[in-house]
């Protein structure tokens, strides 16, 4: 059974860049996207981005000029980066497998969650 | 840009039935897919594609879709039940993900 277990920084200033890791347990890391999520406090979910094992990446457009997912298939990890944050960006972020068959898409499972504040 | 709309709030009585749904063009390519989200916690998969329910999720939830709308049913509403959920689906046009607003759920 897949677990992610992700991890960064929890605190930033504005301007700086946000940088999270998440490690995937149990699972072939090369047959899946891998994605990174978001929750500002109160407010719904919203897709960052994802990223395949080979380095193959989609981005929300409403992020994309600062948002950069890596990935390091030796380790099973992917990494987001967000640079020039502000106080908008201050939320709970989650990593997550997406799975694709035909016309069905599901996250399953997701990570922990780390909850990121960005201060003035 | 893509949108899926949900209603922001239902209530249901206990052990009876609620529907809620979401509604958005982007359905009419790709099945939605639902998660229910407990205070403090990552949200978790309770229905995919057309009627799927992953392993451990209780049969009184159930799913269907018709053109641009996806719904998620309650049967028997149970307090543990009492939830946010939110919709997903795929916007094929350029390869993104969009959730839905979400909706709460209170268990009278």
């Known amino acids: 059974q897949v677990q992610l277990r992700q991890w960064g920084a929890g605190l930033l200033k504005a301007s700086e860049t946000l940088s999270l890791t998440c490690v995937v347990h149990g699972e072939s890391f090369n047959d899946f996207y891998w994605n990174w999520i978001r929750q500002p406090p109160g407010k719904g979910l919203e897709w960052i981005g994802e990223?395949?094992?080979?380095?193959?990446?989609n981005y929300n457009p409403s992020l994309k000029s600062r948002v950069s997912i890596s990935v390091d298939a030796s380790k099973n990890q992917f990494s987001l980066r967000l640079s020039s944050v502000t106080a908008a960006d201050t939320a709970v972020y989650y990593c997550a497998r997406v799975m694709r068959s035909w016309l069905k898409t599901w996250f399953d499972p997701w990570g922990q969650g780390t909850q990121v504040t960005v201060s003035s | 840009s893509s949108e899926l709309t949900q209603d922001p709030a239902v209530s249901v009585a206990l052990g009876q039935t609620v529907r809620i749904t979401c509604q958005g063009d982007?359905?009419?390519?790709?099945?939605a897919s639902w998660y229910q989200q407990k205070p403090g916690q990552a949200p978790l998969l309770v229905m995919y594609g057309k009627n799927n329910r992953p392993s451990g999720i209780p049969d009184r939830f159930s799913g269907s879709s018709s053109g641009n709308t996806a719904s998620l049913t309650i049967t028997g509403a149970q307090a543990e039940d009492e939830a946010d959920y939110y919709c997903?689906?795929?916007?094929?046009?350029?390869?993104?993900?969009?959730f839905g607003t979400g909706t709460k759920v209170t268990v009278l």
């Open positions: 982007i359905l009419r390519n790709y099945y």
């Open positions: 990223i395949d094992h080979s380095g193959t990446s």
């Open positions: 997903c689906s795929r916007d094929s046009s350029d390869n993104q993900y969009v």
